[in-house]
């Protein structure tokens, strides 16, 4: 069986108890993962070595925390007051859980479907997608991706071109994919605004809800965004449920088109 499982941001408790609720077995079972595996939950260092050792079984796309992860351990940044991931950047084996983490894709596609940890922006082909992700998957793979790393905080530019320069492109593919909740039918990016889908600042709408979106056709499975709630939209599966904010971590199995979710047990 494939599941797909939304953000874990180290709520480790939790995601065995989902684990055992869909009876993962790792001789038979994949697990998929949207990104943002680790951060703001307590147990980030746990999380991401149990996903480390499970590596022949899982994949996962870098989400924005996991990136942020490796922004603070290999630059000069630091974190800040509410990261949980020291336990990572202390650990003895960081080195080879930061490395796992830097060959991790933007976006995977599996059974038909693309996984993303925000989104895809509307005036984005499948093509145009790989072609960028690929410039951000040289440049974290080079032996030293401490410099690459830090030019890659800034929320400019906004708006993608062609006449972009690769270390342009390469943010705007990062920002997009990672961060996005609200943009312009051209794919201009907003970051201020996190609420609910009826709540998009003036000129906005939620990346998905664009009536130019050239994958409108394909399943797209993202996490990152806790607060979306009460709309159905064919294609359009958001996993971020929530469970570090006390609500839920939940699987979607791609076999049986099911969502299984376990209420979360960090605080209990």
Same mark, same amino acid.
């Given at each position: $069986?494939?599941?797909?499982?939304?953000?874990? @941001?180290?709520?480790?408790?939790?995601? =065995?108890?989902?684990?055992?609720?869909?009876?993962?077995?790792? *001789?038979? *079972?994949?697990?998929?993962?949207?990104?943002?595996?680790? &951060?703001?939950?307590?147990?980030?260092?746990?999380?991401?070595?149990?996903? #480390?050792?499970?590596?022949?079984?899982?994949? $996962?796309?870098?989400?924005?925390? !996991?990136?942020?992860?490796?922004?603070?351990?290999?630059?000069?940044?630091?974190?800040?007051?509410?990261?949980?991931?020291? *336990?990572?950047?202390?650990?003895? *084996?960081?080195?080879?859980?930061?490395? #796992?983490?830097?060959?991790?894709?933007?976006?995977?596609?599996? @059974?038909?479907?693309?996984?993303v940890h925000a989104g895809i922006p509307p005036q984005w %082909?499948?093509?145009?997608?790989? @072609?960028?992700v690929e410039l951000v998957h040289q440049q974290l793979q080079?032996?030293?991706?401490? =410099?690459?790393? %830090?030019?890659m905080y800034d929320n400019e530019p906004s708006i993608y071109?062609?006449?972009?320069?690769?270390?342009?492109?390469?943010?705007?593919?990062?920002?997009?994919? $990672?961060? $996005?909740?609200?943009?312009?039918?051209?794919?201009?990016?907003?970051? &201020?605004?996190?609420?609910?889908?009826? =709540?998009?600042?003036?000129?906005?709408?939620?990346?998905?809800?664009?009536?130019?979106?050239?994958?409108? +056709?394909? +399943?797209?499975?993202?996490?990152?965004?806790?607060?979306?709630?009460?709309?159905?939209?064919?294609?359009?599966?958001?996993? !971020?449920?929530?469970?570090?904010?006390?609500?839920?971590?939940?699987?979607?199995?791609?076999?049986?088109?099911?969502?299984?979710?376990?209420?979360?047990?960090?605080?209990?």
């Amino acid at each position: $069986m494939d599941y797909i499982i939304g953000d874990v @941001q180290g709520c480790y408790k939790t995601l =065995q108890q989902l684990l055992k609720k869909i009876d993962f077995n790792e *001789d038979r *079972d994949q697990l998929f993962f949207l990104g943002d595996v680790v &951060n703001r939950g307590n147990e980030s260092l746990a999380t991401l070595r149990f996903i #480390y050792s499970l590596k022949e079984n899982v994949k $996962m796309v870098l989400g924005n925390h !996991d990136f942020h992860l490796l922004v603070c351990a290999l630059t000069s940044k630091k974190p800040n007051l509410k990261d949980t991931f020291s *336990d990572i950047i202390n650990a003895p *084996d960081k080195h080879t859980l930061l490395d #796992y983490l830097l060959t991790r894709p933007l976006i995977l596609e599996h @059974q038909g479907a693309l996984l993303v940890h925000a989104g895809i922006p509307p005036q984005w %082909s499948i093509s145009d997608a790989v @072609q960028n992700v690929e410039l951000v998957h040289q440049q974290l793979q080079v032996n030293n991706p401490a =410099q690459f790393l %830090s030019k890659m905080y800034d929320n400019e530019p906004s708006i993608y071109s062609d006449k972009l320069n690769n270390e342009e492109k390469c943010r705007y593919t990062i920002n997009a994919l $990672m961060r $996005m909740r609200f943009c312009k039918r051209n794919g201009e990016l907003e970051f &201020n605004h996190k609420m609910n889908i009826d =709540q998009a600042p003036t000129g906005f709408k939620a990346w998905f809800l664009h009536a130019n979106r050239k994958l409108k +056709d394909k +399943d797209i499975f993202f996490g990152h965004w806790s607060t979306l709630k009460g709309f159905n939209i064919e294609h359009v599966y958001p996993m !971020d449920h929530g469970c570090v904010w006390g609500e839920k971590l939940s699987a979607f199995s791609l076999d049986d088109r099911t969502l299984i979710s376990q209420e979360s047990i960090e605080n209990n």
